[in-house]
């Protein structure tokens, strides 16, 4: 919504709700469909209608920035009003039948919202900002709205550097954008309590994730568990919650890890791929700030990730998201741990490992270029993958340079350790 737009509704709206304030139906009641029509029309309506599309747009990189503002100032303006002229049925604040008729009329009008999810977002409510799970005061809200305008303010400056990044990016670009999503973490962080008043449920992210699906936006069911599983492995804690306490820590981590995953996710997509992972000053200076947040994560733990934790957040990962069997990617693991990180007598990550692990990813980088070639010589599907290391060592034989032989035979050995995963294609 425009301010302008904004500005010419708020005396109709104001007079619309003084009109009907003693009238005993609620906040809005049966009056609500006159005052859509009057005090909004039908360009402030369903702001996030078609969300999913913008959601994509923006990952991508090829959503512009005036649109995300108006979607961004949609909401906001819509909330802002409805703080202002519309006062809560109870004396506690706005109850969950206030905000789904709000929200099912001012903000999602293409499927019908059920008292379930918004139930739901109380309760993340309550973990966020603290307070009641089942009311919403003012004060609270106008927090909301603040919030809100600094996670508008933190995601423009996130999609500036996803359209950089998304674009024949330099080295700088992609470095940038790691900085970027890490201040956005910590920004993020700064907005939450130092400890809230309520855990957000297991039960309360599956509904969000089946009523997202009416929405739109397709998320499988298993991704519950997933989430409840990552943030496991980052902060610790409980099985079936996110504790209050939890959030500020997830939100930096999300910053530290978010910026050089995405990267790394994004090259593996990439047509040009190949040439990222060739580009080991940005590719090595990613995985340093992997290492740094992962090394966070893990003081969480002791000062170590065990296999199992591991385990547990590859087995509860969506079928869509694991293209190999789980049982072979987590029997890989151990050699993995036991062979690079020196660990020969326990099945653990320890955070001291990872300057090798960084070591490892260098020279993994470094070996891109001749993994490239050895493929680009048996061609990737004409040639059964037990030709790999044949051709492998055909090509280390034309090698002349010590140090580029010595990583060629790295790659050879990895593809015996690893003929498992090769197997499967």
């Not at 995601?155 to 900085?179: C, K, M, N, Q, T």
């Not at 970027?180 to 008043?197: C, F, I, Q, S, Y």
């Not at 290492?291 to 957040?313: E, T």
């Amino acid at each position: 919504m425009s301010s302008r737009r904004s500005m010419r509704i708020f005396p109709l709206l104001a007079g619309v709700m003084l009109a009907t304030s003693g009238s005993g139906c609620g906040i809005l009641g049966e009056k609500l469909g006159a005052i859509r029509k009057m005090a909004f029309g039908g360009s402030s309506m369903g702001c996030l209608d078609g969300f999913s599309e913008s959601l994509k747009g923006y990952a991508d990189g090829t959503l512009g920035e005036a649109e995300w503002n108006a979607s961004m100032d949609c909401v906001s303006g819509n909330i802002e009003t409805f703080q202002k002229f519309v006062r809560p049925t109870d004396s506690e604040g706005y109850n969950v039948e206030d905000m789904r008729v709000f929200a099912s009329n001012f903000l999602v009008t293409s499927a019908p919202l059920s008292a379930d999810l918004v139930r739901a977002g109380f309760e993340l409510k309550a973990a966020l900002l603290g307070g009641s799970g089942s009311h919403i005061t003012a004060a609270e809200l106008e927090t909301l709205l603040s919030n809100l305008r600094e996670i508008h303010a933190i995601s423009i400056d996130i999609l500036r550097e996803i359209r950089a990044a998304s674009r024949g990016p330099s080295d700088e670009d992609l470095i940038r954008f790691s900085d970027v999503a890490r201040t956005a973490g910590e920004r993020l962080a700064g907005l939450l309590p130092e400890r809230a008043d309520a855990a957000f449920s297991l039960e309360a992210i599956r509904t969000f994730i089946t009523e997202c699906r009416r929405f739109g936006v397709e998320l499988d069911p298993a991704l519950a568990e997933t989430v409840i599983a990552a943030k496991n492995l980052l902060v610790g804690g409980a099985q079936d919650s996110i504790e209050p306490d939890a959030w500020r820590e997830m939100a930096r981590l999300a910053g530290r890890l978010g910026g050089p995953l995405w990267i790394i996710a994004k090259a593996g997509t990439d047509s040009a791929g190949r040439e990222f992972y060739e580009r080991r000053p940005v590719f090595s200076r990613l995985m340093v700030d992997i290492a740094g947040a992962v090394s966070q994560a893990m003081a969480q733990h002791g000062g170590r990730w065990r296999l199992p934790l591991i385990d547990a957040l590859i087995d509860s990962m969506p079928a869509s998201w694991v293209s190999y069997d789980r049982g072979v990617i987590k029997a890989t693991l151990r050699p993995f741990v036991q062979r690079f990180m020196g660990s020969p007598d326990e099945e653990s990550f320890r955070a001291q490992h990872f300057g090798t692990l960084v070591q490892v990813a260098d020279a993994w980088s470094r070996g891109a270029t001749h993994t490239n070639e050895i493929f680009r010589r048996m061609g990737r599907d004409s040639v059964p993958w037990q030709n790999l290391i044949d051709y492998g060592i055909e090509y280390s034989a034309g090698i002349s340079n010590p140090i580029a032989r010595q990583d060629v035979e790295r790659l050879i050995s990895l593809m015996r350790d690893y003929q498992p995963i090769l197997a499967q294609g």
